[in-house]
């Protein structure tokens, strides 16, 4: 059976991700992400009301134009986890197939909220939910079979996708961290990816995040991050002005350790921001977590700043307000409280937590620079980098290649020079580049099996 792999996008940026792989006449599409900083670094963008071809001319959606090179039927979508720049295109570019969205619930959930949203295009898919640890057969062949592997990310529900072909598997890794005391969920499945490895042809590509590839040792569990935030958090226990934090909406492990220490340090702790209403309010239905009942989520401008008033009113020093805004983002809520812009109001030696490391990226570092100078000002004090990463680091990524003993490795999700560090890891093991070790660009076709 032929196989081809067509890399689309995320192959110069992290953002944007797209993958293609043919086994035989079959197509199943891994990803369809946005890359959201060339969204905005233009004022005033509305993806909702944009067509596809523009937002390809900004780089901001892959360029799926080479799918039609690709002699077979795309049999499904699969995004692998809920953060946009895995998802954030689907409602641009998955109505051009005749096939379903098969993802974990909770993906599945903001892919409908995503297309529900859309203006433009009319993206008619069926949304397919398919548990971590499941199976789905593919095309009409008997001989394709699309496998989801639990794995530990920054967002709850993550899976790598495998798709078992009759020449070995093609094993989609993006994006994890090692957890194996995750806050939320379960452990990533390592015994289920060893067993891939040996088992019937083994594995014929390795598809990789590169993300952290640079970075020496292993990435701590989220449950060392919820030590860090719950030391940070009982030693301000004592304080009796103002505590605001910030972390990403999307990261429901964080939010959920957030809201019990709040209630440790004796605060009433709320959900502030369009992005955090929909996150926690999307998990809490799905019953991933169960919040405290007097929880309050509010995302509309009005009730955000109705209740920034009742917090006035009733004082600072029994609230914690989780707001958006941890890489600076100018219309973020934290970044309103810091240009005072809210009826909250900082002051001097009120604490603000950035559950968060800044995204180190030109754009954000510039946007949380700002933002921080701006709440500095006010008197806030910041407590910094709260956090661990979700992406793998080397000895991760080690283990993952021991693991998976692949014929073939495609670094991704990164740019030529994130690629860097882990083509040194690669031809450490024995991968060659240029025979068996794949560095490509966007809209690339790589045949595997010919
Ligand atoms: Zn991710």
Do not use: W
């Not at 429901?252 to 921001?273: H, N, W, Y």
């Amino acid at each position: 059976m032929e196989i081809e792999i067509a890399t689309i996008g995320g192959y110069e940026e992290v953002g944007r991700q797209m993958t293609a792989v043919r086994a035989g006449s079959d197509v199943v599409v891994f990803d369809m992400g946005l890359n959201l900083s060339q969204v905005l670094i233009h004022d005033n963008v509305e993806t909702e009301q944009m067509h596809s071809l523009d937002l390809i001319d900004m780089g901001a959606i892959p360029d799926d134009r080479v799918m039609s090179d690709l002699e077979g039927d795309v049999q499904a979508i699969v995004p692998t986890h809920g953060h946009l720049d895995h998802i954030g295109a689907i409602s641009k570019l998955a109505h051009r197939y005749d096939a379903p969205v098969v993802a974990t619930p909770f993906t599945i959930e903001l892919v409908k909220q995503q297309v529900q949203s859309e203006n433009k295009f009319n993206v008619g898919n069926d949304l397919v939910k398919m548990d971590p640890g499941s199976t789905m057969s593919i095309g009409d062949s008997g001989k394709v079979e699309l496998e989801f592997v639990n794995v530990t990310h920054s967002i709850i529900d993550a899976i790598n996708p495998v798709l078992h072909t009759p020449e070995g598997s093609v094993v989609y890794g993006l994006d994890k961290r090692m957890d194996h005391t995750p806050v939320i969920g379960d452990p990533i499945d390592m015994k289920r990816f060893r067993e891939i490895g040996r088992e019937g042809e083994g594995v014929l590509c390795y598809i990789e995040d590169c993300t952290n590839a640079g970075h020496k040792g292993r990435t701590p569990s989220e449950s060392v991050a919820r030590k860090h935030l719950r030391d940070v958090m009982y030693s301000v226990e004592d304080y009796d002005g103002g505590i605001v934090a910030t972390t990403f909406s999307s990261h429901i492990a964080r939010v959920t350790s957030l809201v019990e220490f709040a209630k440790d340090i004796g605060r009433q702790p709320v959900l502030l921001g369009r992005s955090m209403e929909k996150y926690s309010g999307t998990a809490e239905r799905l019953d991933f977590v169960d919040f405290p009942d007097d929880l309050g989520m509010y995302g509309h401008r009005k009730s955000v700043d109705r209740t920034f008033k009742r917090i006035m009113k009733e004082g600072k020093e029994n609230f914690l307000p989780i707001v958006t805004g941890h890489q600076g983002e100018p219309r973020a809520m934290l970044t309103r409280m810091g240009r005072g812009e809210t009826p909250y109001e900082l002051e001097d030696g009120d604490k603000v937590m950035f559950s968060a490391r800044v995204i180190p990226e030109p754009t954000n570092e510039g946007q949380r620079y700002q933002s921080e100078r701006l709440l500095r000002m006010q008197g806030a004090r910041i407590y910094d980098d709260i956090h661990v990463s979700g992406h793998l680091r080397q000895e991760g990524h080690y283990e993952m290649l021991d693991a998976l003993q692949p014929q073939h490795v495609i670094p991704a999700h990164q740019d030529l020079e994130g690629f860097a560090p882990y083509v040194d890891l690669a031809e450490g093991q024995g991968y060659a580049l240029g025979r068996d070790l794949h560095v490509t660009r966007n809209g690339n076709m790589i045949q595997l099996v010919e």
